[in-house]
């Protein structure tokens, strides 16, 4: 077995730990997670953009709680703010390492900290959606998301990075327009785990 697929090896029995052992009293969070844990039961490579029609990715919304406020990205292909987030790599250990590489890489801020409930990083919410991360002319597949919450030094500056279009500080109750209702709860649920 090559470093590359004891890599992948480790962070697909990383994503199935981190799954079973997360719980939402949310029915449709529930599904959600039973959901990820059939596909990945079902797909050894079910974390990387190969597997198709869809695969796990790992994203974090970044705040900066004491300023009541959110960093979102406006994303290249989609065209709406986001937050930071995108396909796992076979060298990213854990899941939630793959969300903080995102966020750091996307920001600019390299101090991010994930929310770590009972001092683990947990996720805080989990989100399907269709995208065309295969080109334009290709079907569209579904992202599985995993979305953490990653805090920002207090008054940390965002440096744009070549994945977005722009990036800008929104405080949480002014959030932009041009964004979509998943955005929209995993900052409420950003703002309830950083009261």
């Known amino acids: 077995m090559t470093v590359t697929e004891t890599s992948a090896t480790a962070l697909h029995t990383d994503a199935v730990r981190t799954l079973d052992g997360w719980r939402s009293a949310d029915p449709e969070q529930e599904r959600?997670?039973?959901d990820y844990l059939a596909h990945l039961a079902g797909q050894p490579d079910g974390l990387f953009r190969s597997c198709l029609p869809a695969h796990i990715t790992a994203s974090a919304v970044v705040v900066?709680?004491?300023?009541?406020r959110v960093l979102l990205t406006l994303h290249p292909k989609v065209g709406i703010w986001l937050q930071m987030g995108g396909h796992c790599e076979p060298?990213?250990?854990t899941?939630?390492?793959?969300a903080l590489r995102e966020a750091t890489e996307e920001s600019g801020i390299p101090d991010l900290v994930l929310l770590a409930?009972?001092?683990?990083?947990?996720?805080?919410?989990?989100?399907r959606h269709l995208v065309r991360c295969t080109g334009r002319e290709r079907p569209e597949n579904t992202h599985l998301d995993v979305q953490y919450v990653a805090v920002?030094?207090?008054g940390a500056?965002?440096?744009i990075s070549e994945?977005?279009?722009d990036l800008r500080w929104f405080d949480y109750d002014a959030l932009p327009e041009l964004t979509d209702h998943s955005l929209r709860a995993l900052v409420a649920r950003a703002r309830e785990l950083t009261a």
């Open 32 to 34: 959600l997670r039973l």
């Open 64 to 68: 900066d709680p004491a300023a009541g």
């Open 91 to 93: 060298g990213d250990p």
């Open 95 to 98: 899941l939630a390492a793959a």
């Open 117 to 127: 409930p009972g001092g683990e990083p947990a996720p805080a919410l989990l989100d």
């Open 152 to 154: 920002a030094p207090p």
């Open 157 to 159: 500056e965002a440096l």
């Open 163 to 165: 994945e977005s279009l």
